[in-house]
C-alpha cells in the first residue's frame, strides 16, 4: 500500500469517526450574497432550504448545526455573532433587507445621523444584489423554508396573534416557543402537533421587509421556528416534528 493510500484511509476514518463537524465543515461553502456572509451548508440535494438569520441566536444555530449531517437540503447560516450585519458601512437588521421599503425603514431607525442619500445609495445597492441571496435560499416550487430564531426580550406568540389568520395554541402557556407558517396546507398539519401555531399567508400593513412576508407574498411555504434562547430541546422537538410530519 502507498503511503498516499494509508494516509488518505487514515484521514476518511477520521471523518467516519466524528461526524457532525467534519462531515459539515466537507459539505460547507462560504459565501458573500448581497453584502452579508453566509456559510452554505448542503450534505446531500434536496428541495428543503434552511436559515439562520441573526448571528447572536447561538440556540438556533446550535439546533440547526445538529441536524444537518448527512441529510438532504441546504442551509444558509449568517456569520458571526451579532444580530446585526454591516452594508457599505451601515448598521441592518437582515431580516429588514427582502424588501425596499422595509430595509430603508430599518437603515434609517439604525443609522439616525446617517444623510438620507447614503441611505438611497446603500438600497440601491441592496436592490441589485438581493436576487442573487434569494437564487440560493428561496426553495424550487412546493418545497419549504424554514427559518430558526431565538428570542430574549419578551417577544412572544401574544404579539403574533392579533396579526394571524388562524392560531393553534395548545400550549399558550409557553408562549415563546412557537412555529409561524405562510401556507394554510402547512397550517394544518402543525394544528395537529403539540406546538403553538400561527397562520400568516395573507401580507397586511406595511412591509416589514422581512422573509416570512415575502414568502407570504410569494406564496411560497415558510415556516419560522422560534423558540426561547437556551430552549435547544424544544426548538428541536419542533425541526423534527417538520421534518417527519410535513411533506
Ligand atoms: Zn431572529
Redesign the pocket.
Known amino acids: 500500500m502507498h503511503l498516499r493510500d494509508l494516509s488518505r484511509r487514515r484521514w476518511l476514518a477520521s471523518l467516519l469517526a466524528l461526524p457532525g463537524t467534519p462531515l459539515l465543515a466537507a459539505a460547507t461553502r462560504r459565501r458573500q450574497l448581497a453584502g452579508i456572509e453566509f456559510d452554505i451548508i448542503e450534505p446531500r440535494p434536496g428541495p428543503r432550504r434552511y436559515l439562520l438569520?441573526?448571528g447572536?441566536?447561538q440556540t438556533?444555530r446550535d439546533t440547526l448545526l445538529a441536524r444537518m449531517p448527512g441529510r438532504p437540503g441546504r442551509a444558509l447560516l449568517v456569520t458571526g455573532n451579532t444580530?446585526h450585519v454591516p452594508l457599505r458601512g451601515l448598521q441592518l437588521d437582515p431580516?429588514r433587507m427582502f424588501s425596499r421599503a422595509g430595509a430603508q425603514r430599518n437603515l434609517h431607525l439604525l443609522n439616525p445621523h446617517v444623510p438620507a442619500s447614503r441611505i438611497s445609495a446603500a438600497l440601491d445597492w441592496l436592490d441589485r444584489r438581493r436576487p442573487a441571496l434569494l437564487q440560493p435560499l428561496l426553495p424550487p416550487p412546493g418545497g419549504l423554508l424554514i427559518?430558526?430564531?431565538?428570542?430574549s426580550s419578551g417577544y412572544s406568540v401574544e404579539n403574533e396573534i392579533a396579526i394571524s389568520h388562524s392560531v393553534s395554541l395548545p400550549t399558550r402557556g409557553a408562549p415563546y416557543d412557537f412555529i409561524l407558517a405562510t401556507h394554510p396546507a402547512d397550517f394544518d398539519r402543525l394544528a395537529a402537533s403539540p406546538f403553538n401555531v400561527v397562520l400568516q399567508h395573507r401580507p397586511a400593513g406595511e412591509d416589514d421587509g422581512s422573509l416570512s412576508r415575502l414568502c407570504a407574498a410569494r406564496s411560497i411555504r415558510y415556516l419560522n421556528i422560534?423558540a426561547r434562547l437556551g430552549h435547544a430541546e424544544e426548538q428541536r422537538a419542533m425541526l423534527e416534528w417538520i421534518e417527519e410530519n410535513l411533506p
Open positions: 438569520i441573526h447572536n441566536e438556533a444580530r431580516n427559518a430558526l430564531h431565538n428570542n422560534e
